[in-house]
């Protein structure tokens, strides 16, 4: 069995804590295949569900919030996404 993260918990758990930065990961947001079981890999033919962008929204707040209690908005300097398009929805709520 698989373990997953929601969106918020992998936005607000940093990957690499260092002096020179800090590296968050993101899982794209429920996908219409997801909820209908579907595996999808490099397929690009899903899109967000409304779950979906909820939870790219919530992962927006918690790294904004930090997701740790701290306010102070998180300065982020670089983005490497996937080019499917679930990807490049989720990275737009974060916006």
């Given at each position: 069995?698989?373990?997953?993260?929601?969106?918020?918990?992998?936005?607000?758990?940093?990957?690499?804590?260092?002096?020179?930065?800090?590296?968050?990961?993101?899982?794209?947001?429920?996908?219409?295949?997801?909820?209908?079981g579907?595996e999808?890999?490099?397929?690009?033919?899903?899109?967000?569900?409304?779950?979906?962008?909820?939870?790219?929204?919530?992962?927006?707040?918690?790294?904004?919030?930090?997701?740790?209690?701290?306010?102070?908005?998180?300065?982020?300097?670089?983005?490497?996404?996937?080019?499917?398009?679930?990807?490049?929805?989720?990275?737009?709520?974060?916006?």
């Amino acid at each position: 069995m698989r373990r997953r993260l929601t969106l918020a918990a992998a936005a607000a758990a940093p990957l690499a804590p260092s002096s020179a930065f800090t590296a968050y990961v993101l899982r794209h947001g429920q996908t219409d295949r997801n909820a209908a079981g579907i595996e999808q890999g490099s397929s690009d033919l899903s899109r967000l569900t409304d779950l979906g962008r909820r939870q790219a929204g919530d992962a927006y707040g918690a790294l904004l919030g930090g997701g740790d209690g701290d306010a102070a908005a998180r300065e982020v300097t670089s983005v490497y996404a996937s080019p499917l398009a679930r990807a490049r929805q989720t990275l737009g709520r974060l916006r």
